[in-house]
Structures are given as structure tokens and as C-alpha cells.
């Protein structure tokens, strides 16, 4: 078989995007590199695998799912062997493609990440943002290593090592009457207009927290993005509800403010999933016990906030 690792991941990056421009732009290579190496694995296998439908991207043939489940699966085995190889001498080396969920990453991926320079300094990180639902498809394809995510959204057959409990906390303008309270309940909020974070599976978590307490929010602005949710908030066009706030969230500095909300509350677990076979390799277990330690550690603390 006459096809290079690196078609074999341009293959892979084309047929996870369903595009030969988006596999071009994760992949940083040109759009022909793109198209040689789909050529390439087809004249390989003897048979169509894409079939190219002008304004509408690749789709895959049955026969190209096929090749491509087992093109990733060795691209994971690959990765592992190339870190195990490049470790065996010293300490863990190699590239750890590690995915986030967007939304928690200014608070989350900056300590994992110098704690984990600082401890084995040949880990070079691939980093991926994005939502729940990219971080599933690309842990279960083998695309990233490992997820820092929230434990209700990782597939079955994955493992996951929770780092700390997240509450909701309530996104108040800084004037707010509510904002003046050192905590507020669902039912303060309830009443209020809501801007939702508009991500897949936020809304039905959202709206299950008052359902829990026979409540319903009044959402009147969905945003894809927590920078922007805080700019609505802060201008006055209604609260929002996030699970993980930092120290800076809660001073006001910024036009909002961020407040614990009392009471029994559905609490989702945040930690790291990754697959147990990914697992064996050394850059991601001692990605894991750089995770396990913090958590150890209490070094999530000023992110939770304790009933």
C-alpha cells in the first residue's frame, strides 16, 4: 500500500469535516494536498470511498466509512507509538492532542497546561475547542487523546476522571438588584429575562435546573459564545447561568457580575475523558496524573462554589 502517515491523516481530516476546504484548514496544508491524498487511498483500496457533490462538500460511500474507521483506528495506534517510541530514553515527549470544551478553557486549560510544561517539557499540546458535541466526535474518531469536558456528555465506552463538581452560578448585570445579594435562588431568577448559552445540550440542561423546582426560564437572547453572553449581560439584556465562574467573574470589574445560586441543584461533574486504549500511552498518562494532581491538589477550588 503505497500511502504515506500523513495521507492517511488528510484522508481522516477530510472525511471528519466532510469537507476538502475545512480538512485543508485543520490540517494547515493546501486544498490539493487534500484531494492527492484521497486519490491516493482510493487507487490504494481499488474503489470509490468519496463521492464529491458540488456545493455540498464529500460525502462518504459506505466502503470509504468502512476505510476510514480503520484509517483512525491505526492513526490512534500510530500516535501511540510514536510517544511511547519517543519517550523510551526519558521523560514522556511527544504530541498530545488534547480537546476543551470552549467555554471552560480560560479557567481550566491554563493551570493543566503549566503544570504539565513544567513537569515534562517534551509534551508538545495540539489543542481543539469546542462544543460537546465536536469534543465526542473527535475523542470517539481518535482525533484528540483527550477532553476536558463535563462528565454527562462523554459516550459510553470512554472513561472519565472527574477534577471537581461544577455549580451554576448566576451572570447578573453589575446593577442588578440581585447582584447586591451574596447569593441568589431559582426562583429570583425564574421570573427574569434569560440570554442562554446556546450550545448542544446546555438548553436542556438549563431548562431541566428549574424544571427540577417546577420553574421555567424566560429566554429572550441564545449566544454560541460566553464572551458575547457576558457583553449581553453586562449591557442590560437579561442574566445567564454558567457552571464554572473564576475570582474575576465576581468582582463586577467588567459590567456583570457572577453570583452563586442556592438550593438542590443538578451539579454536573467536570474532569477528563479519554479513551482507555489512548490511555497506555506515556504523554497521556502523565497528562491524566498532572490532572489527577491538581485535583488532589484542591487547586479547582476558586472555580466551585460550596452549598
Same mark, same amino acid.
Given at each position: 500500500?503505497?500511502?504515506?502517515?500523513?495521507?492517511?491523516?488528510?484522508?481522516?481530516? %477530510?472525511?471528519?469535516?466532510?469537507?476538502?476546504?475545512?480538512?485543508?484548514?485543520?490540517?494547515?496544508?493546501?486544498?490539493?494536498?487534500?484531494?492527492?491524498?484521497?486519490?491516493?487511498?482510493?487507487?490504494?483500496?481499488?474503489?470509490?470511498?468519496?463521492?464529491?457533490?458540488?456545493?455540498?462538500?464529500?460525502?462518504?460511500?459506505?466502503?470509504?466509512?468502512?476505510?476510514?474507521?480503520?484509517?483512525?483506528?491505526?492513526?490512534?495506534?500510530?500516535?501511540?507509538?510514536? %510517544?511511547?517510541?519517543?519517550?523510551?530514553?526519558?521523560?514522556?515527549?511527544?504530541?498530545?492532542?488534547?480537546?476543551?470544551?470552549?467555554?471552560?478553557?480560560?479557567? &481550566?486549560? !491554563?493551570?493543566?497546561?503549566?503544570?504539565?510544561?513544567?513537569?515534562?517539557?517534551?509534551?508538545?499540546?495540539?489543542?481543539?475547542?469546542?462544543?460537546?458535541?465536536?469534543?465526542?466526535?473527535?475523542?470517539?474518531?481518535?482525533?484528540?487523546?483527550?477532553?476536558?469536558?463535563?462528565?454527562?456528555?462523554?459516550?459510553?465506552?470512554?472513561?472519565?476522571?472527574?477534577?471537581?463538581? %461544577?455549580?451554576?452560578?448566576?451572570?447578573?448585570?453589575?446593577?442588578? !438588584?440581585?447582584?447586591?445579594?451574596?447569593?441568589?435562588?431559582?426562583?429570583?431568577?425564574?421570573?427574569? !429575562?434569560?440570554?442562554?448559552?446556546?450550545?448542544?445540550?446546555?438548553?436542556?440542561?438549563?431548562?431541566?435546573?428549574?424544571?427540577?423546582?417546577?420553574?421555567?426560564?424566560? &429566554?429572550?437572547?441564545?449566544?454560541?459564545?460566553?464572551?458575547?453572553?457576558?457583553?449581553? &449581560?453586562?449591557?442590560?439584556?437579561?442574566?445567564?447561568?454558567?457552571?464554572?465562574?473564576?475570582?474575576?467573574?465576581?468582582?463586577?470589574?467588567?459590567?456583570?457580575?457572577?453570583?452563586?445560586?442556592?438550593?438542590?441543584?443538578?451539579?454536573?461533574?467536570?474532569?477528563? %475523558?479519554?479513551?482507555?486504549?489512548?490511555?497506555?500511552?506515556?504523554? =497521556?498518562?502523565?497528562?491524566?496524573? =498532572?490532572?489527577?494532581?491538581?485535583?488532589?491538589?484542591?487547586?479547582?477550588?476558586?472555580?466551585?462554589?460550596?452549598?
Amino acid at each position: 500500500m503505497n500511502v504515506t502517515l500523513k495521507q492517511l491523516r488528510y484522508f481522516d481530516a %477530510a472525511l471528519r469535516t466532510g469537507s476538502i476546504a475545512a480538512a485543508a484548514t485543520e490540517m494547515h496544508i493546501s486544498q490539493s494536498s487534500i484531494t492527492a491524498a484521497i486519490d491516493a487511498v482510493e487507487q490504494s483500496v481499488g474503489g470509490e470511498l468519496f463521492r464529491r457533490v458540488p456545493a455540498k462538500g464529500l460525502t462518504a460511500t459506505e466502503s470509504g466509512r468502512l476505510v476510514g474507521a480503520r484509517i483512525a483506528q491505526f492513526l490512534e495506534q500510530s500516535r501511540i507509538f510514536e %510517544a511511547d517510541l519517543m519517550s523510551v530514553l526519558g521523560d514522556p515527549a511527544g504530541m498530545l492532542h488534547m480537546g476543551c470544551y470552549a467555554p471552560t478553557a480560560p479557567y &481550566v486549560l !491554563p493551570r493543566l497546561l503549566k503544570r504539565l510544561s513544567a513537569l515534562h517539557p517534551g509534551i508538545r499540546v495540539d489543542l481543539k475547542e469546542g462544543d460537546f458535541e465536536a469534543m465526542v466526535a473527535r475523542l470517539q474518531s481518535g482525533a484528540i487523546d483527550l477532553a476536558l469536558t463535563y462528565r454527562r456528555t462523554v459516550p459510553e465506552g470512554m472513561a472519565f476522571d472527574p477534577l471537581f463538581v %461544577a455549580r451554576p452560578w448566576a451572570v447578573l448585570a453589575e446593577d442588578s !438588584p440581585l447582584a447586591a445579594q451574596a447569593s441568589v435562588t431559582l426562583h429570583d431568577l425564574a421570573p427574569l !429575562p434569560m440570554v442562554l448559552l446556546d450550545l448542544p445540550t446546555t438548553e436542556s440542561y438549563f431548562r431541566k435546573v428549574f424544571a427540577d423546582h417546577d420553574l421555567s426560564p424566560q &429566554v429572550v437572547h441564545r449566544t454560541k459564545s460566553s464572551s458575547v453572553l457576558r457583553g449581553l &449581560v453586562a449591557s442590560g439584556f437579561g442574566y445567564s447561568i454558567l457552571n464554572i465562574c473564576g475570582p474575576a467573574d465576581r468582582t463586577g470589574a467588567t459590567g456583570y457580575v457572577a453570583r452563586p445560586i442556592t438550593g438542590r441543584l443538578d451539579c454536573p461533574e467536570f474532569g477528563v %475523558a479519554y479513551s482507555p486504549a489512548t490511555r497506555r500511552a506515556s504523554i =497521556v498518562e502523565a497528562a491524566l496524573s =498532572v490532572a489527577r494532581s491538581l485535583a488532589e491538589e484542591n487547586a479547582f477550588d476558586d472555580l466551585m462554589m460550596q452549598p
